[in-house]
């Protein structure tokens, strides 16, 4: 089966930096997205890693490491406006079309 | 504006009706995706088509059925409606081999099922 967890809630402040944490297990792993959601709005893609490392974006960043099913998501300089959830999806087969599967995704609130 | 248009954006309905959903995908794009996703649920897949022909199932139930049509828009059908089916459903769009940037979504139809 496909598992993907994440934290349910997060805060941070202003101007901080925070980090959202995904694992998963799935069979097959070709990718893994991290897309932005605010209340009612649809998802909008963040990031994409297929292979382990860091990829660099502006203020926000994505990490994986394949070995560990492991993720995550930095966002740097914070800003009130990056209160939203953040989804984290994996496409578990060998395929650039299969369905991708998302977890229940992170809330975060940006504080002052 | 993502490219992919749904409509209606909200819909209140009985219990026990029927109600269809549209979704055309963004120009090029020959895939479509439908997702669910309730109060504290993640997004559920239901049911991808690729160029007119039903490609994935997920889990969909028995009274939810789609169609993609040949100029590639694509339709839910949801009946016997029931409290629970109240969500949002999202269409979603890709392109072909082009697997980096995954999907692009459209702006979600809001059900309530009263």
């Known amino acids: 089966g496909q598992n993907i967890d994440q934290p349910t809630e997060m805060t941070a402040t202003e101007g901080a930096i925070v980090q959202i944490n995904c694992t998963y297990q799935?069979?097959?792993?070709?990718?893994l997205f991290w897309y932005q959601q605010h209340a009612g709005e649809a998802p909008t893609f963040l990031s994409y890693n297929v292979l382990d490392g860091l990829e660099e974006k502006g203020r926000f960043s994505s990490f994986l490491s394949r070995s560990k099913g492991y993720s995550y998501l930095l966002l740097k300089e914070l800003q009130m406006k990056d209160s939203a959830s953040y989804l984290c999806a994996v496409r578990p087969l060998n395929s650039g079309n299969t369905p991708l599967v998302f977890g229940k995704g992170t809330r975060l609130s940006v504080i002052a | 504006d993502s490219g992919v248009t749904q409509t209606p954006k909200h819909l209140i309905t009985a219990t026990g009706q029927r109600v269809t959903l549209r979704c055309s995908p963004r120009s090029g794009d020959l895939s479509v995706y439908w997702y669910q996703q309730s109060l504290d649920q993640g997004l559920q897949f239901l049911i991808q088509y690729y160029n007119g022909e039903e490609r994935a199932k997920g889990n969909i139930l028995e009274r939810f059925s789609a169609q993609q049509f040949p100029d590639l828009h694509s339709e839910l059908n949801l009946s016997s409606l029931e409290l629970g089916d109240s969500a949002l459903y999202f269409c979603?769009?890709?392109?072909?081999?082009?697997?980096?940037?995954?999907?692009?979504f459209g702006s979600g139809t809001r059900l309530t099922v009263v």
């Open positions: 979603a769009s890709s392109e072909k081999k082009t697997g980096s940037y995954g999907y692009t």
């Open positions: 799935t069979s097959g792993f070709n990718g």
